[in-house]
Every structure is written in C-alpha cells, then in structure tokens.
C-alpha cells in the first residue's frame, strides 16, 4: 500500500537556492606596465561577481521578513529577483505557490514593490500620478481619486499638496507617494527595498508606522530590505543577514542577539550583531 503523499506549505513566499551573478571588467592593480594597461583598455579581463549566492528563505503569510545588509551586499539585487525584474541563474522563487519565471504575470498582478529610487511623472501632482497609475490597473477614476487620498493622508501626507507637483516635493513626500501607489491595488506581497533611506525622523516615523497598520490590517506577505537597525527591530518578525551576495544568519531579533556573545557585560544589540559576523559596521558603504 502506498503512502499518504505529504503536501507540502505554500508560504507567501519561497525562495530556493537562488543565485544571480553578474560579469563586470576585472579590477587592475595600478603597479602594472603600460603595454598591460592598454591591453585591459582594448580587451579586459572579466570576472564573475555572485550577487546573489545559494540564497533561500520563507515568509509565511501575515509576516513581515527584513533583509538587512550594507550597500552591495546583494539585498536589492534579490528584491529585483522577487519582482520578476531579473530571472535567477539558479533556484526557484515561487510566490503564493507560483513560479516568478513561469507565471511572471500572474506574480505581478498580486504584487507591489517600492524602491529607492522611485521614479514619477514630475509635472504632475501626487494626486494626479496615483490616478494614472490606479487607471493602469483598472480602477475607476473616483475610487481611484478617493484611495489615493486617503492612503496618503493615513502616511502623515499634508492634504494641501496633494495637487502641487511632484518636482516641488521633498524626498520623503516622494517617498510617501511611492509607498501610496503601491498600496493602490491591495497587494498580497509588498517588496520594500529601503523605503525610508533619506527621509526625516518624522516621515520615516509615518512610513513605519503605515508598514505597521498594513502588517495588522492585511493578510499580506511584506519583504523589507533596509541597512536601518532601528528600523528592522521595529518591524521584522524574522531578520536575515546577508553580506557578499549570502545569507550569513536568518532569525528573529531575540534569536539573532542570543548567539552572539556579549561585549563587556553590555547588552548585546542588533548592531553587534551585524559587527561580529561581517566584521564591519553598516553605516562603511553609506
């Protein structure tokens, strides 16, 4: 007699020894002869760089999952692997049980991504920016209208410049436009790639704090990369660590300042963390 088959968990979110690298020209060491320097101008030698190197993780649904790590340690190159912006060179990503290669559109049409470098229509509103992209998913005018208005104000937006245009805006009301659009239409996976990087303590305050409402509010799974310690003991039920394209250790915050040893006799914190196992602090590659 055969065996029950054991179906296995969909989670939010699966990633499976992923790997993305990356040829870029070799790096010469300036003590070389002329005729060497010439040739690496007409025919340089490549190297491979390993982004993204044998990563896996799962997000269950209702989790917020934080990524944190200093600038190049592959954090953003893996959200772009999530959001079917780059394709893996190896491994499975797989969100609510569908392959992001495979079923790319169907994958896109439940998800949302917010980056640093958000880019706008800078002539026109806040206002104007969230109607157009509400209209590109099929929401009418009104709700459109109505949504993008209150989405806004929920993240501390000041209601009088709704209209004015984006290019007059500050960084974080940018930002907070950004965030906003990407809530336009109920994601189920929300990617957050350093979502408050640059703004004021007080936008940054209304971001984390939106984050958190929607966490609450929404069965959705939310990936937040950040370099910010504060900021990912906030919000993060799980934490993972990545440096040089690896996850180096993955846990929740107590479990992460638990196998750490303590300096001194003071209490261990995430940033002590982060020290001992890269041997750096975040803030070298700011």
Not at 140 to 158: S, W
Not at 238 to 260: C, M, Q, R, S, W
């Amino acid at each position: 007699m055969k065996g029950k088959r054991v179906e296995q968990p969909i989670y939010g979110l699966a990633v499976r020894g992923v790997t993305k690298h990356f040829h870029r020209n070799k790096r010469t060491n300036n003590k070389i002869h002329f005729h060497q320097k010439i040739r690496q101008i007409f025919k340089p030698e490549k190297e491979i760089v390993r982004a993204v190197d044998d990563i896996s993780l799962e997000v269950n649904i209702g989790e917020i999952y934080g990524i944190l790590g200093a600038n190049g340690s592959g954090k953003s190159t893996l959200i772009r692997l999530i959001s079917t912006l780059l394709i893996p060179d190896a491994g499975s990503i797989h969100v609510f049980g569908d392959d992001v290669v495979t079923d790319s559109l169907k994958v896109r049409q439940i998800m949302n991504r917010v980056s640093v470098e958000a880019s706008f229509f800078k002539r026109l509103s806040s206002a104007e920016n969230l109607i157009y992209a509400a209209r590109l998913y099929g929401i009418p005018a009104p709700e459109a209208e109505r949504k993008a208005k209150q989405i806004l104000e929920r993240l501390g937006f000041d209601a009088n410049r709704m209209n004015e245009e984006m290019e007059h805006l500050s960084r974080g009301m940018q930002q907070k436009v950004a965030i906003a659009r990407a809530l336009l239409t109920t994601p189920m996976l929300l990617l957050l790639d350093e979502p408050t990087t640059g703004l004021d303590p007080k936008s940054k305050r209304d971001v984390q704090a939106f984050i958190e409402e929607i966490r609450q509010e929404r069965n959705a799974v939310i990936v937040l990369t950040t370099h910010d310690m504060a900021e990912a003991e906030r919000l993060c039920d799980k934490i993972a660590i990545i440096d040089k394209g690896k996850f180096i250790a993955e846990g929740t915050v107590a479990e992460l300042i638990a196998n750490a040893p303590s300096q001194n006799g003071a209490p261990t914190t995430l940033e002590d963390v982060f020290m001992a196992l890269t041997g750096k602090a975040i803030e070298e590659e700011e």
